[in-house]
């Protein structure tokens, strides 16, 4: 893989964790449990989202429930394969297989 085609690679994973963010925040009661898992206030989503890491966990979130994970992708129109490849390029959990 190219640098090239890395930095794209990262760059689309960023981007759908994003969402994924968006995605919890949509819902009061997903976003609270996110930030109650991770041990967040909700005004410290701001200063943590700068944080190296925080993306990953926002992935690690939405994998650690099936239904959450396939909500997410149906809403996104994407394969809940597509959701795990750009966690595990953010280096959030285990990638096991390749689905793709």
Avoid: K, Y
Wanted: proline share 4%; aromatic share 4%; no cysteine.
């Amino acid at each position: 893989m190219t640098q090239r085609e890395a930095e794209r690679r990262r760059n689309g994973a960023e981007a759908t964790a994003v969402a994924a963010l968006a995605f919890l925040a949509a819902e009061p009661d997903r976003l609270s449990r996110f930030l109650a898992l991770a041990g967040l206030g909700g005004a410290d989503v701001r200063a943590a989202a700068g944080e190296p890491g925080f993306l990953a966990a926002v992935m690690e979130h939405l994998m650690s429930e099936e239904d959450l994970l396939l909500a997410f992708a149906a809403d996104q129109g994407i394969r809940p394969e597509a959701v795990v490849r750009a966690a595990h390029a953010l280096g959030a959990g285990p990638w096991e297989r390749d689905h793709a």
